[in-house]
T-cell receptor, first 112, second 114 residues
Framework: DQQVKQNSPSLSVQEGRISILNCDYT??????FLWYKKYPAEGPTFLIS?????DKNEDGRFTVFLNKSAKHLSLHIVPSQPGDSAVYFC???????????FGTGTSLTVIP | DTAVSQTPKYLVTQMGNDKSIKCEQN?????MYWYKQDSKKFLKIMFS???????INETVPNRFSPKSPDKAHLNLHINSLELGDSAVYFC?????????????FGPGTRLLVL
């Protein structure tokens, strides 16, 4: 079963604009959410995370928003840069800490 | 320096063969993982080890056997390979267990079973 969903397989954004990547989850017991970035032929790299007790976490150009009632999180990148072009995975962790679920990824292309 | 390394990067083999994928991390992390990324791009956890002890064993055929000789290494041995085993396998590591998440991933091993 797909507990974490990224419904947009791809996204194109002009350089300098905002990129918004979305993620939905089904399990209300998830208490930790993460975003990873993946370049071709490399493994995913941790980008930013958020605990379920928060609704926003910011790190430089990257901000993650969590809407628990909607079971939705989003990653905002502003301003977008060509080097941000990659596949972005969201992931969620249950309160046992041992279960970890990834979405299928969204391929972001930032156009110079 | 590579934080998490895997060998080989590519592996093409025939059905029925036995193969191993090696993983090493030089971060001093206590927990290591194996993930499988299938054709639909799902990343699914297979195994997790903490200080050489198995802590997560998802529903994986027993043809897959992880081995952790020390906490810096987690190898994956696959017996009697099947077509459906074709995927990209990622090793990962993190600092602590219990609430930990894989922070660093290896580059992946692309396995193709013919």
């Amino acid at each position: 079963d797909q507990q974490v969903k990224q419904n947009s397989p791809s996204l194109s954004v002009q350089e300098g604009r905002i990129s918004i990547l979305n993620c939905d989850y089904t399990n209300s017991m998830f208490d930790y959410f993460l975003w990873y970035k993946k370049y071709p032929a490399e493994g995913p790299t941790f980008l930013i995370s958020i605990s379920s007790i928060k609704d926003k976490n910011e790190d430089g150009r990257f901000t993650v928003f969590l809407n628990k009632s909607a079971k939705h999180l989003s990653l905002h990148i502003v301003p977008s840069q060509p080097g941000d072009s990659a596949v972005y995975f969201c992931a969620a962790s249950g309160n046992t800490g041992n279960q970890f679920y990834f979405g299928t990824g969204t391929s972001l292309t930032v156009i110079p | 320096d590579t934080a998490v390394s895997q060998t080989p990067k590519y592996l093409v083999t025939q059905m029925g063969n036995d193969k191993s994928i090696k993983c090493e991390q030089n971060l001093g992390h206590d927990t290591m993982y194996w993930y499988k990324q299938d054709s639909k791009k799902f990343l699914k956890i297979m195994f997790s080890y903490n200080n050489k002890e198995l802590i997560i064993n998802e529903t994986v055929p027993n043809r897959f056997s992880p081995k952790s000789p020390d906490k810096a290494h987690l190898n994956l041995h696959i017996n009697s390979l099947e077509l459906g085993d074709s995927a990209v396998y990622f090793c990962a590591s993190s600092q602590v267990v219990g609430g930990a998440f894989p922070r660093y991933f290896g580059p992946g091993t692309r396995l193709l079973v013919l």
